[in-house]
């Protein structure tokens, strides 16, 4: 096997490992910085897959700002102790693969409807675009004339949770 090919099953391997650590922990603080890793992981996978501009998109959007915005409200919030709600024994483990099977039809569904290889990419989509402008004009030129205001709404939304969440736990002190 090539060295590249090593490194990748290599970070799809932990990605996936803390993609589990991330699911199973009981402290969401464990849980979310299995998540960083995961982010990472994946950011890896795709300087593998020569998508450079998406991995560093990856860790800056993802692993940083979203992941210190979780970790900030988990922090203050203090949800470092687990709830009464966790599911265990026969049942969570009858959860969990219901959860799964119903991942895999979806997953089938998807295969199915595949689209051939052989189609005609239409005007204005992001691979044509990708092919007129290149990756990081493709990514920029929808970002900031059709999705704008979308992208901008998110951010607010993102900040009213911020906001929701001090005042929350402004109410426990």
Not at 30 to 56: E, H, M, N, P, R
Not at 67 to 76: E, H, K, N, S, T
Not at 160 to 170: F, I, M, P, Q
Request: proline share 6%.
């Amino acid at each position: 096997m090539s060295g590249t090919l090593v490194l990748f099953w290599a970070f799809a391997g932990l990605a996936l490992a803390s993609a589990l650590g991330c699911i199973t922990r009981r402290s969401p603080v464990a849980s979310a910085l299995w998540l960083v890793v995961t982010l990472f992981a994946l950011a890896a996978l795709f300087v593998l897959l020569d998508a450079q501009f998406i991995a560093v998109l990856q860790l800056l959007v993802y692993a940083g700002a979203i992941m210190v915005l979780f970790l900030f409200v988990i922090m203050l919030l203090n949800l470092g102790h687990p709830g009464p709600m966790d599911v265990k024994g026969p049942v969570g483990v009858g959860t969990a693969f219901l959860l799964g099977g119903v991942l895999l039809f979806q997953l089938w569904i998807l295969r199915q409807a595949a689209p051939p290889a052989s189609i005609q990419l239409p005007p204005g989509s992001v691979a044509r675009l990708q092919q007129e402008q290149g990756l990081v004009g493709a990514i920029a030129q929808p970002l900031f004339d059709t999705y704008l205001i979308p992208f901008e709404i998110t951010s607010l939304l993102l900040l009213a949770a911020l906001v929701g969440a001090v005042v929350l736990a402004k109410r426990r002190l």
